[in-house]
């Protein structure tokens, strides 16, 4: 067995490209049983008459064929549910995740670079790492705002190939702002796109913008709205970039099942938002309650969490009393300097919150 390992760890010492061996696979935690706080899930289910029809939708379904490729019935529900141009293009992912990869592939080259703020979503650096592209962080400040001359000093001489804004920023909830963001598209040479997966969450809507910027694409997502099982993700652009962004898709990446539960969950899109302005409304009201903690410090948000940062040295004590309570959040203390003591909290139903501030009260 030792010698078969050593033959092994030759193979994969020789073959795996050396920065693929070196960081490590995206975690996910168990969470069964648990309260989980920690994935900016929605935390509410449908209700029973359209779990009904939905089910009797799936019986009806036939997997012994492929999916459509391009998956129309789907583009034409979001089209009518966002009000998207004709002259604008879509693009469908597996989730944002691919979406992500599938643009920094059709900008990837010798010497090319993808920008982010730091920290934001991780995606953008892991992307960046997968395909041998230089990933530059651009520091947020003590708010967790953009210092905009800093910034658009660094693509000038970053000159990046593309640069991921998520709005609103994850994991801080915080806008940026319509004027950074303009001074951002107008010096960028590369593209911009404007990760919108919370944009439920706010008054935040920049499809508007792609009429002005040949260099912007906006992104978005279901799985925040209560779809987080159907790994659903939407790129809108000008036709040239999705033309160019689609020849590397994976033929059949959206399935049967998933282009059938979408364009029936946007039939009946009026319970999402529903639940989504619930869960607007909890994110106040569990601000609030966490703000009366002392220890702790509360940022303001506009997605469907919350970062708070604790008193010195306590983050990781919080985090684990919490799991053992059964309650799950998110640490992000040794993620990033910049949230030194930091915990992201998911905003849930009521009954959830209150459990969670129950369990705060007897941890703090």
Request: aromatic letters at 8%; proline letters at 5%.
């Amino acid at each position: 067995m030792t010698d078969f390992r050593d033959r092994l760890d030759t193979h994969l010492d020789r073959w795996v490209n050396k920065t693929i061996r070196d960081i490590g696979a995206y975690s996910v935690p168990d969470s069964t049983g648990m309260v989980k706080l920690d994935a900016m899930e929605n935390p509410f289910v449908w209700p029973e008459t359209m779990q009904k029809a939905w089910s009797e939708l799936m019986a009806d379904a036939h997997v012994n064929r492929y999916p459509h490729p391009d998956a129309p019935e789907v583009k034409d529900s979001i089209r009518r549910l966002f009000n998207v141009p004709d002259d604008i293009d879509i693009l469908l992912g597996n989730g944002s995740d691919e979406l992500i990869q599938l643009i920094a592939l059709v900008v990837n080259g010798s010497g090319r670079k993808i920008m982010a703020p730091e920290p934001s979503f991780v995606m953008y650096e892991m992307v960046a790492k997968f395909l041998g592209m230089t990933y530059v962080g651009m520091p947020l400040n003590r708010d967790f705002d953009l210092d905009l001359e800093a910034t658009l000093r660094a693509i000038e001489v970053e000159d990046p190939a593309v640069i991921f804004l998520a709005q609103p920023n994850n994991p801080t909830g915080n806008l940026w702002g319509d004027e950074k963001l303009r001074r951002i598209l107008e010096r960028a040479n590369g593209l911009v796109v404007i990760d919108e997966a919370y944009t439920a969450f706010t008054d935040a809507d920049y499809l508007a913008w792609l009429d002005e910027f040949p260099n912007l694409l906006i992104m978005r997502t279901f799985s925040k709205v209560g779809l987080a099982g159907l790994r659903l993700g939407m790129l809108f652009g000008h036709p040239a970039w999705i033309e160019q962004i689609n020849k590397l898709r994976l033929p059949y990446n959206i399935n049967a099942l998933t282009q059938l539960t979408a364009v029936f969950a946007m039939d009946h899109y009026p319970v999402l938002m529903n639940q989504t302005q619930e869960l607007v409304r909890q994110r106040q009201q569990l601000s609030q309650s966490l703000a009366a903690f002392q220890s702790l410090t509360v940022y303001p948000s506009q997605a469907n969490f919350i970062l708070v940062r604790t008193a010195e040295g306590q983050a990781v004590d919080i985090h684990q009393k919490l799991k053992d309570a059964g309650i799950l959040v998110k640490k992000l203390h040794g993620g990033h300097p910049s949230l030194h003591d930091c915990l992201r909290i998911n905003v849930s139903s009521s009954d959830e919150n209150a459990l969670l501030i129950a369990a705060l009260q007897q941890i703090l």
